[in-house]
């Protein structure tokens, strides 16, 4: 695996190639997947989705586990903090349900209520509205929920024709919402407006099935979408340039640094790095013969990505890495990066601080300073802002 000294070029120049080392990791149970991490906008509490029906709460200085929610009788397939409560969460089931969790309850096991979605397809929610609602898919519709009155608002029932596999409240703009879809397509919706035709605002012909996305950059301006085929579209959604393809990263699965035998690469994320403000998408490797998967960091540029940095077990090191896909990535305050996965493990990995001659050769500056994923959670300044690529 990875160490230093390690480089790429980009314009004819070698540069330093980045390292992430493992700092800590914790398992949730053997033959357990983790589906999906978050955290909360404090940047103190990290909800883990698992196929063993609960949530796991872990300490994001220790990843130790603080609590274990139950409740959900199959699967939870997503789990999304409220954006400006950090005590309370909502996830949604494979069971046909979506709870919403209060960490500061002790009855009911921390569960406050539960909606019906009458479909085994829920893959996705999301908190907005300031925090008074809550989104669901559900195969082909989008469920809008009054957290307060624990009512369901309305449905989206025609802005897709195929299962929804991702929805997000704009986390500025918080009563607008965001859903992708297997039928190619990114609506927005204008929550505010309980008929469809009046909520529809417009929509993004992604050109392949949706399997999620990320908002990022300054006011989260910009979708990264994710297709079931590992291809990487970066959109703008200001109001001059909604719509617009900004770039795109494409052929991810057969990369030549991401392939490996005859096994894919697959994407497990996308970040925001604020001093270039540019997109990275953290990457997965295929296994090798001897079933070892490693991660790494690409630039989203034009005419191609750049490889920016990799990641590795820390020196000595007893802590063994992923072994399995990793399913889904946090950036924390300070910069650590969370990762879960198929093999039941929750990773943090930092990079390595760079000193001596490879410092003058690093990447934009000394230190990535990739945004935190939670957005009530602010890293700090981190420079001056340069233009973007796109």
């Not at 872990?58 to 400006?84: N, W, Y």
């Not at 009155?149 to 500025?172: G, I, S």
């Amino acid at each position: 695996r990875c160490g230093r000294p390690l480089h790429f070029a980009r314009g004819g120049e070698a540069m330093a190639l980045g390292c992430f080392r493992l700092q800590q990791q914790v398992s949730v149970g053997h033959d357990v997947y983790v589906f999906r991490v978050d955290s909360n906008c404090t940047g103190t509490a990290i909800a883990a989705a698992t196929s063993e029906n609960s949530l796991g709460l872990f300490d994001p200085s220790t990843l130790k586990l603080a609590r274990t929610l139950e409740g959900h009788g199959d699967m939870i397939e997503d789990v999304t903090f409220f954006q400006f409560d950090p005590h309370c969460l909502a996830s949604c089931s494979r069971d046909g349900s979506a709870r919403l969790w209060d960490l500061r309850a002790s009855e009911a096991g921390g569960c406050t209520y539960a909606f019906q979605l009458k479909t085994d397809e829920a893959y996705t929610c999301s908190v907005g509205r300031n925090d008074t609602s809550l989104a669901c898919g559900a195969g082909t519709k989008v469920h809008l929920f009054d957290v307060g009155q624990r009512k369901r608002l309305t449905v989206y029932a025609d802005c897709h024709t195929d299962t929804v596999n991702h929805v997000r409240f704009h986390p500025v703009d918080s009563s607008r919402l965001l859903s992708g879809s297997v039928d190619m397509l990114i609506a927005l919706l204008n929550t505010d407006e309980m008929r469809e035709d009046a909520a529809l605002l417009g929509v993004i012909p992604n050109e392949e099935c949706v399997q999620s996305f990320t908002l990022v950059g300054p006011d989260r301006s910009t979708l990264c979408s994710v297709s079931t085929t590992e291809q990487v579209r970066i959109w703008g959604l200001g109001a001059d340039d909604f719509g617009t393809r900004r770039a795109e990263f494409l052929g991810m699965r057969d990369h030549p640094m991401l392939a490996r035998e005859d096994s894919v690469g697959y994407v497990v994320e996308t970040f925001y790095d604020q001093p270039s403000g540019q997109v990275f998408v953290l990457a997965g490797t295929g296994e090798d013969f001897g079933g070892a998967r490693d991660l790494m960091l690409f630039r989203v540029g034009l005419p191609e990505p750049e490889l920016v940095a990799t990641f590795a077990l820390g020196e000595g090191s007893e802590l063994s890495g992923h072994t399995g896909v990793v399913r889904s990535a946090i950036c924390m305050p300070g910069g650590t990066v969370v990762t879960a996965g198929e093999d039941g493990l929750i990773c943090a990995y930092r990079e390595d601080v760079v000193a001596g001659a490879d410092a003058a050769a690093a990447t934009g500056s000394e230190r990535f300073a990739l945004e935190p994923t939670a957005y009530g959670v602010r890293r700090g300044s981190a420079g001056a802002t340069r233009s973007s690529p796109y």
